[in-house]
């Protein structure tokens, strides 16, 4: 089973400051991951999908990177919309499919 | 729209059963693998089940192989996940998951059901 470790476990920031979450892999899993974001109450929300390609109504300053074991989501400005849990879930092995512990960005 | 409708969560006894039903609208139901994942009160998401688009191919997780069972019914456009002899530790809100790209399982979850809530408890 691939584990996927999650960090910061809580970030505190203010609306406008960039955001750096990182998601890292136990073992490869090539560019077969993505992020998504979920507000209290709600259901998650698929953001990013294959390291880097946004879904369709994720707005730009919503950015994927990495590749193989190492791998980050970065919010360029935090809107107050933006404040949420993200988690990060692999597709190159299963079963499992696994998802991170999440990081939760809350208003500093 | 794309819309999927989660329901059958209750309060249960440990060792009882009981059925959770999707209801898929919106897309052709039949093309794409489904998900069940669960989140614990308070904890991180965990994928428990998933089912390709013809219902053949079912995979678990080791947490509930042997007590849970997923299927789908396509002429129905629902699908379920069938929870026999339930622990305490099963007790979390369910979601049911649409995979992102079709009918294989190996996948990411672009539409989501609101969740049901499972309470195993004496």
């Known amino acids: 089973e691939i584990v996927l470790t999650q960090s910061p476990a809580t970030l505190s920031l203010s609306p406008g400051e960039r955001a750096t979450l990182s998601c890292r892999a136990s073992?490869?899993?090539?560019?077969?991951l993505a992020w998504y974001q979920q507000k209290p109450g709600q259901a998650p929300r698929l953001l990013i999908y294959d390291a880097s390609n946004r879904v369709t109504d994720t707005p730009a300053r919503f950015s994927g990177s990495g590749s193989g074991t190492d791998f980050t989501l970065t919010i360029s400005s935090l809107e107050p919309e933006d404040f949420a849990v993200y988690y990060c879930q692999q597709r190159s092995d299963w079963p499992p499919l696994t998802f991170g512990g999440g990081t939760k960005v809350e208003i500093k | 729209e794309v819309e999927l409708v989660d329901s059958g969560g209750d309060l249960v006894q440990p060792g009882e059963s009981l059925r959770l039903s999707c209801e898929a609208s919106?897309?052709?139901?039949?093309?794409?693998?489904m998900n069940w994942v669960r989140q614990a009160p308070g904890k991180g998401l965990e994928w428990v089940a998933g089912?390709?688009?013809?219902?053949?191919?079912?995979y678990y997780a080791d947490s509930v192989k042997g007590r849970f069972v997923i299927s789908r019914d396509n002429s129905k456009n629902t699908l379920y996940l069938q929870m026999n002899s339930l622990r305490a530790e099963d007790t979390a809100v369910y979601y049911c998951?649409?995979?992102?790209?079709?009918?294989?399982?190996?996948?990411?979850?672009?539409?989501w059901g609101k969740g049901t809530t499972v309470t195993v408890s004496s």
């Open positions: 089912v390709g688009g013809g219902g053949g191919n079912t």
């Open positions: 073992r490869s899993v090539s560019s077969y």
């Open positions: 919106g897309f052709n139901f039949k093309t794409y693998a």
């Open positions: 998951a649409k995979a992102r790209g079709g009918p294989g399982g190996r996948d990411y979850m672009d539409v």
